[in-house]
């Protein structure tokens, strides 16, 4: 049996790139989204992966522990839902 692959682009895929308040100062924040994934880079340096639950909200899955106000943020501009 063979699989096939959900190539389907997901609503709103794409790079985004915005201001974030981080450790006490306002940094440079870039999202990719693919599918139901979100690669962020958050002042160069700091990198995380965010999966997007069917519910809406966002389980971090790898990279710098991001606390969960950032995670929020990133919610709501990537993704435009309300916190």
């Known amino acids: 049996m063979i699989e096939s692959k959900d190539t389907t682009p997901a609503e709103k895929d ?3 790139q915005f201001e974030i308040h981080y450790s ?12 139901q994934t979100l690669h962020v880079i958050i002042d160069e340096n700091l990198s995380a992966e965010l999966k997007i639950n069917n519910d809406g909200t ?5 990279g710098a522990q991001l606390p969960d106000s950032s995670i ?11 916190v």
């Open 58 to 62: 966002l389980t971090q899955i790898s």
């Open 14 to 16: 794409g790079k985004y």
């Open 72 to 82: 929020d943020f990133i919610k709501k501009k990537v993704l435009g839902l309300k």
């Open 24 to 35: 006490g100062r306002d940094v440079n924040c870039r999202v990719e989204k693919e599918q």
